[in-house]
Each structure stands twice: as C-alpha cells, then as structure tokens.
C-alpha cells in the first residue's frame, strides 16, 4: 500500500514515449572488411614465395661449436658452485664435529680432575701422621728426643 500525503497537490505522470530505432546498412563495413582480407591473402603469399636466407655449413658449424661452448662454460659454473656447496657444507660439519669433540673430552677431562681431587682428599683424610706429627695441628719439633 502506499501513503499520499493529503495536502500534496497529485503527481503528473508523463505520458510514456515510445522510441524507434531504424539501422539503415552501409557497405562501408564490406568494403572494410574486403580490404584487410585482400591485404592478407597479399602477405601470405608474399610470405610463401620469398625464400628464406640460406646459412651455409660453415656458419651453422660455427653455430653449433658456439652452442656446445657456451654449454660446457655452464655446466662447469654449475660443477663449481656445485663443488663450493659441498665443500661449505663439509667444512660445517667438520666444525660441529670438532666442537661436540672437544666438548667431549672437556666434560671427560673435569670427570677425570674431580675424581682426582676426591681421590686426593679422600688419601689426605685417611692418611696416619707422618714422623711425630701431631693431630692437634701444631707442627712437629725438629728433634723429637728433646723437648722444649
């Protein structure tokens, strides 16, 4: 449903008008058309009766020989960056060796160290005193037949 506003004065509508197209046909687009046909049909046969340039022997012997060089440079740029990748990745791994080696024969060095002075501490504390030395930590007398 649609609200009209009352106090509005009623709208006009416009009687509908009814357009009419008529083409008229122009052999201008034939004449076109015929044109660039003919223009083809001209280039491909000109295409077809022009012989194409002959390369003697020699120049494609030259053409091969400057082939097969330019694939040996190639194939000798891909063996040396090849070669380079190799060498890189053994060197890192030669480092990463050496590094967990030495790493190893630190942590069995201070193995070998702490159970050296365990050893030594363990000796010291179960050693008797030697030539009339005292336990109460007092140095022994030089002559131990006289007292002082």
């Known amino acids: 449903m649609t609200y009209t506003d009352p106090s509005l004065p009623p709208v006009q509508r416009q009687p509908e008008r009814v357009v009419e197209v008529r083409r008229e046909s122009s052999p ?19 295409m077809l009766t022009s012989r194409p ?6 120049q494609i012997a030259q053409a091969q020989e400057q082939g097969r060089a330019a694939g ?8 040396l960056q090849t070669g380079a990748q190799q060498a890189q990745a ?10 967990a080696a ?9 193995a070998q160290a702490q159970n050296a002075a365990d050893a030594a501490q363990n000796a010291a504390a179960n050693a008797p005193p030697a030539n009339g030395a005292t ?13 002082q």
């Open 135 to 147: 336990t109460d930590g007092t140095a022994p007398s030089p002559n131990p037949d006289r007292l």
């Open 53 to 58: 340039m002959d390369a003697s022997t020699d």
């Open 102 to 110: 030495a790493d190893a024969v630190r942590r069995q060095t201070e």
């Open 72 to 79: 040996l440079i190639e194939g000798a740029q891909v063996g």
């Open 28 to 46: 201008l687009g034939w004449l076109v058309a015929g044109v660039v046909a003919i223009v083809a049909v001209i280039a491909v046969a000109f």
């Open 90 to 99: 053994a060197a890192e791994s030669s480092a990463r060796d050496a590094a």
